[in-house]
């Protein structure tokens, strides 16, 4: 395949890169980057060799209209550079932010040498190794966040995170199950309530490139101080709903689901560990549901028949809530089986 040929950057682009002092007057050249739902981000070949810009739209690219304000690329910067102390490397090298622009510009990562986890488990690669490097460096920024409690006011995002997790997933899907209104106005309440450590927001297959040096975590536009059993819960969401993406390899789906959690359960140390599974496994069924139901459908999910599956099993955990992730990695098993 031949490479596409450079093209002029768009003008805000050049306009923060020269501003950050990351290049003189010529002409930059560059490519924009497929993939970005809500920002453009581009490649865009400097002196000192490519870097990676990427600016956040005001309006996502999604069916439904939604909006988040462009300051949460100061956010992803912020929660950038903190990983990065607590997991060194786990994230793009940040290089630059230019607040009035929503630019963030970061290291390039060429795909030679970094593909996305989530193209990896569609070709049925689910192996174990890199569910349990993920976990690593997820529990990692969590337990450094959580013993920097001073880093809370960093992120005063309790509204963005509203607008663009809570609402969209959990209260969008709530008002398509009045029997289940209670429930998810408990899961919203304590997840707002559960204020411990730096949160991602979109930990996803999608947001996770694996290079050389192991898993590299983009995209951290939700950032937020809050319920670390979010962003696990996101995460292990993935791994549940791919087994309909990938049937023939769905049990390796579930084994990273286990090394998943067995890894991250293992290294919590700033609360009670079995506290955390219980908000996971009470959140973790609404979130499920919420990918077929809410305003942010998972796009492989495309048959009626399997939306009835993930109904049911969230639905039933929903109603009986349960403590352990065990517990619902076996609901969906038992449904898988049938
Ligand atoms: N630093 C980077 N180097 C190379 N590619 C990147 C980098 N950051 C993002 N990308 C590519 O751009 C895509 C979208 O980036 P992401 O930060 O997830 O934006 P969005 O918020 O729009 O989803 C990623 O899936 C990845 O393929
Ligand atoms: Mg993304």
């Known amino acids: 395949m031949l490479a596409e040929s450079p093209k002029a950057v768009p003008i805000e682009f050049a306009n923060a890169l020269k501003q950050l002092g990351l290049c003189g007057s010529t002409v930059l050249q560059g490519q924009p980057l497929p993939g970005g739902i809500s920002s453009d981000i581009w490649r865009i070949d400097t002196a000192q060799g490519p870097v990676c810009a990427k600016r956040a739209l ?38 630059g932010q230019h607040e ?3 630019i963030l510009v970061m290291s390039y990562l060429p795909p030679r040498d970094y593909q996305l986890w989530k193209e990896m488990l569609s070709q049925g690669q689910a192996d174990v190794a890199t569910a349990r490097a993920v976990a690593r460096i997820l529990v990692r920024i969590h337990q450094y966040s959580a013993a920097h409690p001073e880093l809370a006011s960093e992120f005063p995002t309790d509204e963005i995170f509203y607008n663009i997790r809570i609402e969209p997933y ?24 559960s204020k411990r450590t730096l949160v991602h927001g979109d930990v996803s297959p999608k947001n996770i490139l694996i290079g050389p040096g192991g898993p590299v975590f983009l995209d951290a536009e939700c950032a937020w101080w809050g319920d670390p059993a979010f962003d696990l819960a996101f995460l292990t969401n993935h791994l549940l709903l791919k087994c309909l993406w990938c049937p023939a390899v769905a049990s390796s789906f579930l084994g990273c689901f286990d090394t998943t959690v067995d890894t991250y359960l293992g290294e919590v140390d700033w609360e009670d560990a079995s506290d955390l599974e219980r908000r996971t496994a009470h959140l973790l069924p609404g979130l499920f549901l919420a990918r077929v139901d809410g305003k942010s459908p998972v796009e492989y999910i495309t048959q009626d028949s399997q939306r009835e599956r993930v109904r049911r099993v969230a639905r039933a955990l929903l109603l009986n809530p349960v403590s352990r992730l065990s517990e619902v990695r076996h609901a969906w098993q038992k449904e898988l089986k049938q």
Do not use: H
């Open 58 to 95: 005001p309006k996502l690219r999604v069916s439904a209209d939604w909006r988040a304000p462009i300051q949460r690329n100061v956010y992803e910067a912020r929660w950038m550079r903190i990983a990065n102390l607590a997991a060194p490397g786990c994230t793009p090298g940040l290089i």
């Open 100 to 102: 009035e622009s929503g």
């Open 170 to 193: 959990l209260v969008a899907t709530a008002k398509r199950y009045p029997d289940l209104a209670e429930v998810f106005s408990s899961l919203v309440a304590t997840t707002q309530a």
